[in-house]
Each structure stands twice: as structure tokens, then as C-alpha cells.
T-cell receptor
């Protein structure tokens, strides 16, 4: 069962364009993380959002957690070739034996052309 | 501070053989997680250790998979006997506490022929 639907799966854009990646679920998460993964490496955490409606900014990247804590988005402004990579969202639930376990979306492969 | 390391980086085995993957977490991290990504699918949770104890093993596919973390330091994941559908990238992650960031290793790419 796919609990986190991430879209789009592939995104190919020109340098300078803006883009948004979405992560949606029917489940409520206590927190949601966004990761970036480079070839041959493991995912690296970009940000964690924990409060419904929360917005976090990391340079040109803006992350938002939905009010109901079921969805999230990653917006990149003026994309650069260095932003190319695999972006993953992952949610976690607080409490119980599953605390700490991450549920991942399928990922978005972003290619930014010069 | 050294990151999470995994060994081997790649493993190619034949169906029916045994393979053991190793993960060395960041020193001092009590929490250790195993995840797997099979081709075309999302990264999926396998299990979670707190020190040497299995906190959650709900993601383990079947009894061909055995994970251990003796002494609460490094962990091994053994697949015996391996099947074709076990092919994928196995990631290990560690964190200091349950609410802390999980740091991922580079993964072990397992190919079962």
C-alpha cells in the first residue's frame, strides 16, 4: 500500500524556472521530512516539518506542511543545474513501536538543464 | 565524525545463496534502521533497533531475512536463501534518539541472479 503519493515522478526544466513537488497522503503524519539523494549515496535530510501549516525556507527551497498534516510541498525558485537530483518525502508517526519508522514517497527525479 | 558505513557496496549472488550485509552506525547512535528500495518502488522500512533490541520488525518480508545487532553497535542483515525478488538497494540509517535526524549510509546494492 502506497501511503505517500509523490508527484511528479520526473521533472525536466530549464535553469531559472520554478517548480513544485507534491507529497500527499490519506494518513496524518506527526512529522514529514524532505530528503535529497545523489547517485551512489543515501538520502540526506533537507528539512523536517512538524506543525500543520508550517512553512520552512532553505535558500531557494520552500517547504510547506498541510494544515491537516496529510500533505506537503517542496517549491524551488529559480532552479539551477546544481539542484538536479532525486527528492524524497518521508513521513513518520509519533508514539508506539513504529516511532521513528519512515514511510517514503516514490521520489521525484529533477533535472535542471543549463 | 564518521558517517554511517555499509559493506559491501555491491553484492551479486545466485538464487539460493546466502548474503550478509553489514552496517556501522554513527558512534553513539542507539537507533539503527534498515530500509530497502526495490526497482521501481519506494524506499521501504524493514526494521528498527534500539541498542541491541528489535523495536519494530514489521517491515521484514519473511523469515529468510535475519537482522542482528549484538552489543548494540554494528548490525548485520542476512538473507538466506536469497530469491530474485530480494534484489534492490539496502539502506541503513542511524539516529541518536527517536526524534532526531536519521543519517543514511550509502546503501548496498544486492543483485540476485
Amino acid at each position: 500500500t502506497q501511503l505517500l503519493e509523490q508527484s511528479p515522478q520526473f521533472l525536466s526544466i530549464q535553469e531559472g524556472e520554478n517548480l513544485t513537488v507534491y507529497c500527499n497522503s490519506s494518513s496524518v503524519f506527526s512529522s514529514l521530512q524532505w530528503y535529497r539523494q545523489e547517485p551512489g549515496e543515501g538520502p540526506v535530510l533537507l528539512v523536517t516539518v512538524v506543525t500543520g501549516g508550517e512553512v520552512k525556507k532553505l535558500k531557494r527551497l520552500t517547504f510547506q506542511f498541510g494544515d491537516a498534516r496529510k500533505d506537503s510541498s517542496l517549491h524551488i525558485t529559480a532552479a539551477q543545474p546544481g539542484d538536479t537530483g532525486l527528492y524524497l518525502c518521508a513521513g513518520s508517526h509519533a508514539g508506539g513501536t513504529s516511532y521513528g519508522k519512515l514511510t517514503f514517497g516514490q521520489g521525484t527525479i529533477l533535472t535542471v538543464h543549463p | 565524525e564518521a558517517g554511517v558505513t555499509q559493506f559491501p557496496s555491491h553484492s551479486v549472488i545466485e538464487k539460493g545463496q546466502t548474503v550478509t550485509l553489514r552496517c556501522d552506525p554513527i558512534s553513539g547512535h542507539d537507533n539503527l534502521y534498515w530500509y530497502r528500495r526495490v526497482m521501481g518502488k519506494e524506499i521501504k522500512f524493514l526494521l528498527h533497533f534500539v541498542k541491541e533490541s528489535k523495536q519494530d520488525e514489521s517491515g521484514m518480508p519473511n523469515n529468510r531475512f535475519l537482522a542482528e545487532r549484538t552489543g548494540g553497535t554494528y548490525s548485520t542483515l542476512k538473507v538466506q536463501p536469497a530469491e530474485l525478488e530480494d534484489s534492490g538497494v539496502y539502506f541503513c540509517a542511524s539516529s541518536r534518539g527517536l526524534i532526531n535526524e536519521q543519517f543514511f549510509g550509502p546503501g548496498t546494492r544486492l543483485t540476485v541472479l
